[in-house]
């Protein structure tokens, strides 16, 4: 499987396009002149939505040297990342306090969250990325299922302007060593992009701490023009990760580990059908194939033994919509999506050195269709509204509606009214709903589903220099799924819809760019999410009124940055997480603790040393977590100390 996957994906990236370097445009905040793509069915004007869209630039981020994007989401107001323990560690995402399995993430508009929604970030890079979406409230209406909290959406570059090639090559703290060479530009073929990438590092622990991370990506643009556009991409990964630490972050393991092969191809095009209708179809694959071996002494035995564990899944969708753009300034969506989700996996363990015995196996699928509408409308210049609905239609779980109305109002000449009230819903994973090794199967789960409601304003003078907002939003999370443990005499245990929660908060952020070259971002959330009822038939340790685990109340980043063509730039980011409950797995009955508040600085410059109109070099320097804070995201698991990365990087036109 792993052959078949490493050969498709540089096969894809290599019919594609040649090789070169990148070149992007993008800017690093969603202004109000920025054109948002995920925030609904066709593009909109930042300043006509009804909930907050943050849009970071991977040229930014690479020019600061953040070549990981769990570490670009820590710079969005209400995300809370979470990595636990070293590089290559399971890293998730938080959103406005939301369950990690609460943020759908796309590429290139292909989901690729696990079923049940949850996504380790620990391998996604910022390798030949355009730009990134992070819309934060519910989504389902848009998206369907795991879109509760929000979505994050990744876009790779799609090239412009004269054709260019990089080569870059940092290492550093921990024997970090970064490579990559990349291409993006337009040739009489059509505007494309390409990027190979390997990062690896030895990690913090000293023993069997080992990450590498190869990553290929590509896009072409196959058309362009008045009548319609189409448009191709693809991005592999495989990654090793290598963990001593047992389930209480102590380092007992000399030969753990765990990897991951992922394949994600996209295809969007669309059709101008007449002046007033647009036809657009997409298409998208995500093959995922991991595998995690150990070599250990089960309990109760003598000998050690080896252990494997080993799964695939996939996601095939397809899209078909079309717009009709009114004449009263409003435009009808209608559409319909077909969604394949399939997992299959197998246990197995044996004598070392003797053929590995199969133990257990798992092998499931299911289809979604779904029929949405969506209408967008300006009554006036100064009132914009947002009215959609959908269904879903899944071959495991009951028919679920979702709907979302918002408006953008303004109030006075310099500011704006955005409010919205939506539903989400949440599917249960695959291992839930059927028997495993250690479960029976609980058909009957409903989806965990979510009422939301946000109100906030935002300054529109000035926007590309100065821009304020801030909201409120509240979320109300019902029929959680929680395990239930089993009695004799299997002592297998289920699943049921046990709990609900709710997570209110307060978003403000402030974006500069006060004179030529520099700007500025700051953004503080205060968010209490928390559990608000518990089914009489709960048999865990949570109680009504506890904290919801790894969520800071209080959190924050700081960011300035001063940079400009050809000449030597730099940035700073300060960010902020504060206390937060966590549980103490080391014992038993396990304790709630709480782990204290911490601040990590981040700093980064580049200087370039020849500046030819053809050609250049340049070298970077990037100082992680610079003042050396000792921290944990997850209990007794402790975090990177500080961490310096020197670099250089030549560029060429060709």
């Known amino acids: 499987?792993?052959?078949?996957?490493?050969?498709?994906?540089?096969?894809?990236?290599?019919?594609?396009?040649?090789?070169?370097?990148?070149?992007?445009?993008?800017?690093?905040?969603?202004?109000?002149?920025?054109?948002?793509?995920?925030?609904?069915?066709?593009?909109?004007?930042?300043?006509?939505?009804?909930?907050?869209?943050?849009?970071?630039?991977?040229?930014?981020?690479?020019?600061?040297?953040?070549?990981r994007v769990s570490d670009a989401l820590r710079e969005v107001p209400g995300a809370s990342l979470v990595q636990n323990g070293s590089y290559g560690a399971v890293t998730s995402l938080f959103l406005r306090g939301g369950e990690s399995r609460y943020t759908k993430v796309l590429i290139d508009g292909v989901p690729v969250n696990a079923p049940g929604g949850f996504f380790d970030f620990s391998h996604?890079?910022?390798?030949?990325?355009?730009?990134?979406?992070?819309?934060?409230?519910?989504?389902?209406?848009?998206?369907?299922?795991?879109?509760?909290?929000?979505?994050?959406?990744?876009?790779?570059?799609?090239?412009?302007?004269d054709p260019r090639a990089s080569f870059g090559v940092r290492a550093g703290t921990y024997r970090s060593l970064d490579i990559d060479a990349n291409?993006?530009?337009?040739?009489?073929?059509?505007?494309?992009?390409?990027?190979?990438?390997?990062?690896?590092?030895?990690?913090?622990?000293?023993?069997?701490?080992?990450?590498?991370?190869?990553?290929?990506s590509s896009s072409l643009t196959l058309a362009d023009g008045a009548r319609g556009d189409a448009r191709i991409s693809a991005r592999y990964t495989a990654a090793e990760f290598h963990y001593p630490t047992d389930f209480a972050g102590q380092p007992v393991d000399s030969n753990s580990y765990r990897t991951q092969h992922r394949l994600t191809v996209g295809f969007n095009a669309g059709r101008n059908l007449n002046s007033n209708i647009q036809a657009r179809?997409?298409?998208?694959?995500?093959?995922?194939?991991?595998?995690?071996?150990?070599?250990?002494?089960?309990?109760?035995?003598?000998?050690?033994?080896?252990?494997?564990?080993r799964s695939r899944g996939y996601r095939r969708s397809a899209e078909g919509r079309l717009a009709f753009f009114l004449p009263v300034n409003a435009t009808v969506t209608i559409g319909a999506a077909y969604e394949r989700e399939h997992e299959n996996s197998s246990n197995g363990s044996g004598?070392?050195?003797?053929?590995?015995?199969q133990t257990d196996s798992f092998d499931a699928s299911r289809h979604n269709t779904a029929y949405y509408s969506e209408l967008l409308g300006n009554l006036t210049e100064q009132f914009s509204y947002t009215v959609s609905a959908r269904i879903d239609d899944n071959s495991d779980y009951d028919r679920f509606g979702t709907y979302r109305l918002g408006v953008n109002a303004g109030l006075l000449p310099a500011i704006r009214l955005r409010a919205s009230l939506s539903t989400a819903f949440n599917a249960p994973a695959f291992n839930q709903l059927r028997p495993t090794l250690y479960t029976v199967g609980s058909p009957n789960l409903r989806p965990e589903r979510s009422r939301s409601a946000e109100i906030g304003l935002v300054t529109t003078v000035l926007p590309e220099r100065f821009q304020v907002s801030a909201g409120y939003f509240t979320q109300r999370f019902s029929d959680l799924i929680q395990y239930v443990n089993g009695g004799p005499p299997t002592f297998k245990g289920s699943y049921a819809n046990l709990t609900g929660a709710s997570s209110n908060g307060y978003e403000s952020e402030l974006r500069v760019s006060?004179?030529?070259?520099?700007?500025?971002?700051?953004?503080?959330?205060?968010v209490t999410p928390r559990v608000t009822k518990i089914d009489p038939s709960y048999q865990g340790d949570a109680k009504v009124g506890d904290?919801?685990?790894?969520?800071?109340?209080?959190?924050?980043?700081?960011?300035?940055?001063y940079g400009r063509p050809a000449s030597a730039s730099f940035g700073a980011s300060v960010s902020f997480v504060g206390k937060r409950a966590d549980i103490d797995f080391a014992q038993f009955p396990s304790p709630r603790v709480i782990l204290p508040a911490y601040m990590k600085l981040d700093l980064s410059t580049e200087l370039p040393l020849t500046g030819l109109r053809r050609a250049g070099v340049g070298l970077s320097l990037r100082v992680e977590n610079a003042l050396d804070k000792r921290y944990e995201d997850v209990?007794?698991?402790?975090?990177?100390?500080?961490?310096?990365?020197?670099?250089?990087?030549a560029t060429t036109l060709f």
Do not use: C
């Open 1 to 67: 499987m792993t052959t078949k996957l490493s050969l498709a994906a540089l096969a894809f990236s290599v019919a594609l396009v040649p090789l070169g370097a990148a070149h992007s445009q993008a800017n690093d905040t969603a202004q109000l002149g920025t054109v948002v793509v995920s925030a609904s069915k066709v593009p909109k004007p930042a300043t006509s939505l009804s909930q907050p869209v943050t849009v970071l630039s991977g040229e930014d981020l690479r020019a600061r040297g953040v070549t």
């Open 124 to 161: 996604l890079t910022t390798d030949n990325i355009e730009r990134i979406e992070i819309v934060r409230g519910p989504a389902s209406v848009l998206y369907g299922a795991d879109a509760v909290s929000g979505i994050v959406q990744i876009f790779t570059r799609q090239g412009s302007g």
């Open 183 to 216: 291409a993006a530009g337009s040739t009489s073929l059509r505007p494309f992009s390409a990027g190979a990438a390997q990062h690896s590092t030895d990690g913090i622990l000293p023993f069997n701490n080992e990450y590498r991370n190869g990553t290929l």
């Open 281 to 309: 179809f997409l298409a998208g694959s995500n093959d995922v194939y991991d595998l995690t071996e150990d070599i250990a002494i089960p309990f109760g035995a003598t000998v050690p033994e080896h252990s494997a564990f």
């Open 351 to 357: 004598a070392v050195g003797a053929p590995t015995v």
């Open 514 to 526: 006060p004179v030529r070259n520099w700007r500025g971002s700051a953004s503080y959330t205060i």
């Open 547 to 561: 904290e919801l685990i790894r969520r800071p109340t209080h959190s924050g980043n700081v960011l300035v940055a």
């Open 635 to 649: 209990l007794h698991y402790a975090a990177p100390g500080r961490t310096i990365l020197v670099g250089a990087r």
